[in-house]
């Protein structure tokens, strides 16, 4: 027989002998194997709660931080533009121009027109904007239906650094509006009429005016599908920004032309720039622009409008190389700015541009390419 020292090492050896291990009972045994069946049973339990809380905690902080960001989307954007959450929550941006406008009161008018009113608003970011706030009659409609329609229309299609910016636009009830880019030394109309601001206004500036308008033409009449006829440019529908960059403005009579449809439409435009065939013909086509521009044109260089010149030019042939008398317009000058000595041959150019630019007959106009062309020789 083997002696207790021979087995005492040896694993799983139990007893009640002494040096052994008392053998466990039937009921130790039973409790051990309960336990280990409540730990194969709560240990899943327990990690797929633990895995379920932390997908909610991630859901209810992901919704928590759309929720802050809906109530205060613009928290952290102070002096950006108020116009990237337009389509985000328009209704705030609404509600901005409201207050910011102290709802359209008369104090934030900077110009009233045929079709509205506009007004300068500075928002809640120091974003300053312009708003036209169209007419409304007494049954609270709109006015001119069709021509906050139309300018729409037109704006969202184009992008061109001489035609004014639209950030949005918003149809209501009570109000309706467009909000654009705000342009600091407003139209050439008023600055022509101000002394101080003309003289400012000086003859390089006006010679770029002047070009930036064409670019501006060239590309609405020649870039542009369809082409965009803007039938109203005058001297109050062109505006300066700080750097007197010029910037064609209000498209509410605006007309994109259908090449496969007639365009014939009713009178629309400024007396005094619109072209003469729109006395007898209703047909629009860009040469209509291209009278204009010539007014325009020959308006800033002249600083007033050349109304009582315009007769004489429509007399006589008015094609570039025409024997027109220079030295006699060029006396015309804006009198209150000094006698462009070293640009007199470039302002000469343009004289002789515009005066090609009121040909009578629409088929003998330049187009606004040739006339781009032209002024940059």
């Known amino acids: 027989m083997a002696t207790i020292e021979a087995l005492r090492n040896n694993k799983g050896l139990c007893g009640n002998v002494s040096g052994f291990e008392p053998c466990p009972t039937s009921r130790d045994k039973s409790q051990n194997h309960n336990n280990n069946n409540v730990i194969l049973v709560l240990l899943p339990t327990s990690l797929g709660i633990f895995m379920l809380a932390l997908f909610v905690f991630g859901v209810s902080y992901h919704l928590c931080r759309r929720s802050k960001t809906k109530e205060h989307p613009n928290a952290e954007s102070s002096g950006q533009n108020l116009f990237a959450i337009w389509n985000f929550d328009g209704q705030m941006v609404y509600e901005n121009i409201i207050e910011a406008t102290e709802g359209f009161d008369n104090k934030h008018l900077i110009g009233v027109g045929g079709q509205g009113s506009v007004y300068k608003a500075e928002l809640q970011t120091n974003q300053i904007v312009a708003v036209k706030k169209f007419h409304s009659v007494q049954n609270g409609e709109m006015s001119s239906v069709k021509a906050f329609k139309s300018e729409i229309q037109a704006l969202t299609k184009i992008r061109h650094r001489n035609i004014v910016r639209l950030y949005g636009f918003c149809s209501h009830s009570r109000f309706s509006f467009l909000v654009y880019e705000f342009l600091e030394k407003g139209s050439i109309d008023n600055i022509l009429k101000d002394d101080e601001q003309a003289i400012a206004f000086n003859w390089n500036k006006r ?171």
């Open 207 to 377: 010679i770029d005016a002047i070009k930036g308008v064409a670019n501006a033409l060239f590309y609405m009449h020649h870039d542009c599908s369809p082409p965009i006829v803007h039938r109203d440019i005058s001297s109050k529908n062109v505006l300066l920004n700080l750097e007197y960059v010029a910037h064609v403005s209000d498209f509410g009579t605006a007309k994109l032309l259908n090449p496969n449809s007639t365009n014939w439409t009713s009178f629309v435009g400024t007396f005094g720039y619109a072209a003469p065939e729109l006395a007898y013909t209703m047909d629009v086509n860009e040469k209509c622009d291209v009278y204009s521009f010539g007014v325009l044109a020959l308006e800033i260089l002249f600083g007033e409008h050349p109304g009582e010149f315009i007769p004489l030019l429509l007399s006589t042939s008015n094609a570039m190389d025409s024997t027109l008398d220079i030295p006699s317009l060029m006396g015309k000058l804006d009198q209150r700015l000094p006698y462009p000595t070293n640009i007199a041959k470039e302002i000469a150019l343009i004289i002789r541009i515009a005066n090609a630019c009121l040909t009578e007959s629409p088929s003998s106009r330049p187009t606004m390419e040739q006339v781009v062309n032209y002024s940059s020789v």
